[in-house]
């Protein structure tokens, strides 16, 4: 893969990431039959017509009309991707406090963290050790919410091609906050999709079932849990039904044990398309901001950046840790593994 090709993967990973979020934020709770009659009535209409351009953006579904550059906002899934592609842009890989550190400074309660991620990251920024704090949630079992995969996509692009070192620092980076096992599988799965798409050329026609046997040979889940799941979307794959049978079928609240494994559906059941990847893992409902985040990670990581539509990359904000400088920590992320490759003695 040559170098202006690994770089727009990075670049699409990251700013899918954060255009899958804006996406399904406004609709994050919806009941699919909801949303999904929402989407028709405007799917219905005209090419070009201003509702149809709702459907075609999805932030207009809550603001009721086209959305003016830089207004629309991400929320912690993106906030808190920021701070991983951060510190390992920074160090060339994995170090906990710098990790931990960066959470808590990027921290704004009002992008919709859970409580359990909400009550980690204030005890950080009083002077908790990176590595206890969250194993001390739900009486000492850990979180398996969805955190620790929706963040994760930068590690899957760094790590495309170290599959060991990938689950070791996706692992580690769930630590901060998502201990439990099932929480720390989540994350490793993702991150591990994002690298099977980051190592695929789009040009070339996917196979959703080899993509699928890739990541089973990858689980480490001892409940079998995963598994199951990759399972039942290897079976969806074969026997299509409506998008919200998917959803009841895979699950799509808080839990990474049912959100992941909604956004691997997603991406392959439309894996030719970014757009229509996201458009299905928002439709989903539910957790519709992190299913989208983390569907827009793995398109984006397949796709490249210049499938990113520029409709949908013109409304997200843009302050001081915005789209613009999403987009520049993508290039350094890009930039650090490139050092590091170049740092590695030859054998």
Known sequence: MNDDRLRSKFLGA???????DALGAPVEGWPPDRLADA?????????GSPRREMYDALFGLISGGPVPPGTARYTDDTQMMIGVAESLAEHGGF???DMARRFAENFEGKRGYGPGAYGVLLALRQGAAWDEVAGQLFGGTGSYGNGAAMRVAPVGVFYHDDPAELRRVAELQATITHTHPLGKEGAALQA???ACAARREPDTELDPFT????LRAFLRDDSGTYAAKLDDIAELLRSPVPFYEVGEALGTELSAHESVPAAIYAFLAVPHS???AVLYAVRFGGDADTIGAMAGAIAGAYHGVEAIPERWLAPLEN???????????AEALCARKYQNQSDTPSQ
């Open 39 to 47: 989407l028709q009535d405007l799917r219905d209409l005209p090419e």
């Open 14 to 20: 990251l700013l899918g990431t954060f255009v899958g």
């Open 274 to 276: 970014f757009r229509e």
């Open 319 to 329: 302050g001081a840790k915005g789209r613009d400088y999403v987009r520049e920590l």
């Open 95 to 97: 170090e906990g406090p």
């Open 192 to 194: 591990f999709a994002v």
């Open 211 to 214: 993509f699928l046997d890739d």
